[in-house]
């Protein structure tokens, strides 16, 4: 199948639902381009899952190049959304393009900005203008999460709901070509979903949006950490490994692990 870029996704309201999932390293991202999953997200979230950071918090520039890169090596073919880390984007509009920049040359096709305060809408509008999509988040934005005071749902009062309506409405105007939802009522997400002529996709955010996004190791069952109750576990890859793991060390123990066959010999003269 042929990759998809911003427009193709924007086409893709109202005819077809649109996958996403997480991918940080370059034999993840080769399996991923082996599948039917429309697009890639290089998530901040590597600095949770990947580098076992409380939050996304400590997130660098250079260490999202680090995973985007790895990705692009391991699928060219799929679209790849990179998340902009925190301070990435807030102190100057300079910066934010420079950064921006930075990821879509790494091989990022599109960059994601979570929140929609000062001076979110302007960045958004500069960066679309000059070429590079952008992604709104809203909801549950993780790099608010000292504002939060932790991982909750967002949007549970009317005025909560309002504000995300209204900031998802300004940035599709100011060029966003999708907005992602994060851990918000699903009334809230279907309104939005409604409202809006680009396409929304969710996480936690419920049914009755335009696609779904996971991160690798939720979806997988490799994280063998408490997972939010949105999450869908489609395998048990975290008892695969553990089991794999103790096998291997029982047989380096009970001498059967290497065999004769996986041991290199001497070449008969
Ligand atoms: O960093 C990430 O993985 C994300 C998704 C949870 C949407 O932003
Ligand atoms: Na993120």
């Given at each position: 199948?042929k990759?998809?870029?911003a427009?193709?996704?924007?086409?893709?309201?109202?005819?077809?639902k649109?996958?996403?999932?997480?991918?940080y390293?370059?034999?993840?991202a080769?399996?991923?381009?082996m599948s039917?999953?429309?697009?890639?997200?290089?998530?901040?979230?590597?600095?949770m899952?990947?580098?076992?950071?409380?939050?996304?918090?400590?997130?660098?520039?250079d260490?999202?190049?680090?995973?985007l890169?790895?990705?692009?090596?391991?699928?060219?073919n799929?679209?790849?959304v990179?998340?902009?880390?925190f301070l990435?984007?807030q102190?100057?509009?300079k910066?934010a393009?420079?950064?921006?920049g930075?990821?879509?040359?790494?091989?990022?096709?599109?960059?994601?900005?979570?929140?929609?305060?000062?001076?979110?809408?302007?960045?958004?509008?500069?960066?679309?203008?000059?070429?590079?999509?952008v992604?709104?988040?809203?909801?549950l934005?993780?790099?608010?999460v000292l504002k939060?005071?932790?991982?909750?749902?967002?949007?549970?009062?009317?005025?909560?709901?309002?504000?995300?309506?209204?900031?998802?409405?300004?940035?599709?105007?100011?060029?966003?070509?999708c907005?992602?939802?994060?851990?918000?009522?699903?009334?809230?997400?279907e309104?939005v979903t409604?409202?809006?002529?680009?396409?929304?996709?969710?996480?936690?955010?419920?049914?009755?949006?335009?696609?779904?996004?996971?991160?690798?190791?939720?979806?997988?069952?490799?994280?063998p950490?408490?997972?939010?109750?949105?999450?869908?576990?489609?395998a048990?890859?975290?008892?695969?490994?553990?089991?794999?793991?103790?096998?291997?060390?029982?047989?380096?123990l009970?001498?059967?692990f290497?065999?004769?066959e996986?041991?290199?010999?001497?070449k008969r003269?």
């Amino acid at each position: 199948d042929k990759k998809l870029y911003a427009p193709d996704i924007i086409k893709l309201k109202g005819v077809r639902k649109f996958s996403m999932v997480t991918a940080y390293d370059y034999t993840s991202a080769l399996l991923v381009s082996m599948s039917d999953i429309d697009i890639i997200l290089v998530g901040d979230s590597l600095g949770m899952v990947m580098l076992g950071h409380e939050n996304t918090l400590n997130v660098t520039v250079d260490e999202m190049l680090i995973f985007l890169k790895a990705v692009k090596k391991g699928a060219p073919n799929k679209m790849i959304v990179a998340d902009m880390p925190f301070l990435s984007y807030q102190i100057d509009i300079k910066d934010a393009i420079e950064n921006a920049g930075k990821l879509i040359k790494a091989g990022a096709d599109a960059v994601k900005i979570e929140g929609f305060e000062f001076p979110i809408p302007e960045i958004t509008k500069r960066l679309s203008s000059m070429g590079i999509p952008v992604m709104s988040h809203l909801g549950l934005t993780p790099q608010h999460v000292l504002k939060f005071g932790g991982f909750k749902v967002q949007g549970n009062t009317k005025e909560d709901a309002d504000k995300i309506i209204g900031a998802s409405k300004e940035l599709e105007e100011q060029g966003a070509f999708c907005v992602l939802l994060e851990a918000v009522p699903e009334e809230i997400s279907e309104m939005v979903t409604k409202e809006l002529q680009i396409p929304t996709i969710g996480i936690g955010a419920g049914r009755f949006v335009d696609g779904q996004v996971l991160v690798w190791q939720d979806l997988l069952g490799i994280n063998p950490n408490r997972v939010p109750k949105f999450v869908r576990k489609y395998a048990n890859i975290k008892d695969i490994i553990i089991d794999s793991l103790n096998r291997y060390h029982l047989d380096i123990l009970n001498s059967t692990f290497p065999s004769y066959e996986e041991a290199h010999h001497l070449k008969r003269v």
